[in-house]
């Protein structure tokens, strides 16, 4: 049976969890969920980024020992994408990637909707590094931190409309 795990870059479990995840797995696919010991609480910057990096190598590589059959960064960041591609021999997909990738296959233009004004510039050199910038319209911030987005959705809502 195949076996997902989803490395989540920060130290808050918010609202991750193996449970959270179990309805989104095909018919026979585990998914499981693996957090950083230390590090930032969540990613809203690359000062965030750079101490979550270091502590998902480790979970990748333990995860490969452990025969996962692949991994997913849990971060539109895709914190240590790169890193994690050349460190195990397992397929590793970043969210944003993956996502940017079926938005360019199902609409001719797409934006991305962020939640603070500094990762604006991270999501732009994200969609150029992937080769979506003539399709790219631009990145909109909610101003709302990450650790923060389930606690009003009404005012995260009213700042998407």
Known sequence: ??????L???TASGPRSADDL???AAPGVTLSCAFIPEGPPSIESR???AFSVPWLIPLALD?????VDGLVIDCMG???LGALREAVDVPVVGVAQAAMSVAGMLAQRFGVVTVRDRTTTMVNELVDLYGHAGRYVGCAPIDVPVLKIHDDPGKVRADLS
């Open 47 to 49: 000062f965030d980024e």
């Open 78 to 80: 895709d914190p240590g």
């Open 8 to 10: 989540v870059p920060v």
């Open 22 to 24: 179990s309805g989104l």
């Open 63 to 67: 995860a490969e020992r452990e025969g």
């Open 1 to 6: 049976m195949p076996h997902i795990r989803v």
